[in-house]
């Protein structure tokens, strides 16, 4: 049985068993999540989100790209969302590489070198500052006031506020 088809045999077997309001595409809380997309950073449980309740995106690294701030202009724009949470956390593999070494690596792989940054970084806190000073610049969020970032740690589960003063600066 291959990952997808086990996965399918879970929803199968879970059935219509999710709590929360699914009558509109609008969160309830009006709530926008960015994280990674780190397979230990369970979301709903770790914010006890119903479905409805908040839009969640995720990348690697939840860090703000061109494609996060697409989304989360929509999300702002035509869906409702006030707030954006920013989540990264402990032990990221974004950690583990540079922007430089793996994009010489694809190249080497593939014959082309990407267009697009890896986002790498070596200071958690410190990706997440600019990621918020990102949001907070784009002319594309209107709501810009209720940014807040946290550094999630994957074990033990705190999540730690990173000064929103500090990311002004970045």
Not at 19 to 28: E, I, L, T, Y
């Amino acid at each position: 049985m291959t990952a997808i088809d086990e996965l399918l045999k879970r929803n199968y077997e879970l059935g219509n068993v999710v709590p929360g309001d699914r009558s509109s595409a609008k969160p309830s809380l009006q709530v926008a999540i960015l994280t990674c997309m780190d397979s230990r950073i369970r979301v709903f449980e770790i914010f006890g989100l119903k479905q409805g309740e908040a839009h969640v995106l995720r990348n690697a690294g939840g860090v703000v790209t061109d494609d996060a701030i697409r989304s989360l202009a929509l999300s702002q724009r035509k869906l409702g969302t006030r707030e954006v949470l920013l989540v990264h956390h402990t032990n990221c593999g974004l950690e583990m590489v540079t922007e430089d070494d793996f994009k010489d690596e694809l190249e080497a792989d593939t014959g082309l070198r990407p267009t697009w940054a890896v986002e790498a970084f070596k200071v958690v806190e410190q990706s997440v500052r600019g990621s918020m000073a990102r949001l907070r610049r784009s002319p594309f969020i209107p709501h810009t006031d209720k940014i807040r970032g946290f550094v999630y740690d994957v074990h033990t589960g705190e999540l730690r506020e990173v000064d929103a003063a500090e990311s002004q600066a970045a």
